[in-house]
């Protein structure tokens, strides 16, 4: 277990880290934050409705497929901002490294499901989990329920696939832009 100063410390760790995180996926790059994922984890980006704001917000966070369900926690509890916004509206979008879905998202309470699935999000971390001092793959059962008590786990149901704007990879004209720059500067500086 994480002292709360350490706590803080990562929690304002990643919160400089999730804009990179979430640019990637906007560039299209999301994808390649998952062909590691004992490393990286699995990244998801979450798109929620702010409880206060009512303006849309993403959040990537790491995640696990469970039987074709997604389930993803909340690993600084129910601080957690996105978590607390899911909870005020249930309607979320999910992007994923192989598609863009509109889903519903509920807290597993269930004490038979949300000890397994919640050490394959764990799992699905990657590094994130040992950060913590949390290695989902030598705890028992009660030393993994012990310390993820305060985390909370969410299932999203995939609803419906999304197309159009405001998806991954909105600004992967970018990669086409800059390619252009980069080819025209190198095209005139042969020439001189």
Known sequence: MIDPITEEKLRRGFKYFNPFMLLMFRLGLGVWFNLWPQVSGRVMVITHIGRKSGLRRRTPVNYAEVDGELYCTAGFGSISDWYRNILANRNVEVWLPEGWWSGLAEE?????????????????????????????????????????????LIHIKRLAACT???????????WQVATFVLLAIVLLRRRR
């Open 108 to 152: 597993v309470i269930d004490p038979k499901l949300r000890g397994p699935i919640m050490r394959l999000v764990l799992i699905g971390s990657g590094f994130a989990a040992r950060v913590v001092g949390i290695d989902p793959h030598t705890l028992s059962d009660d030393e993994l329920e012990t310390l993820t008590a305060k985390y909370q």
């Open 164 to 174: 159009g704007a405001n998806g991954p990879g909105d600004l992967a004209w970018l």
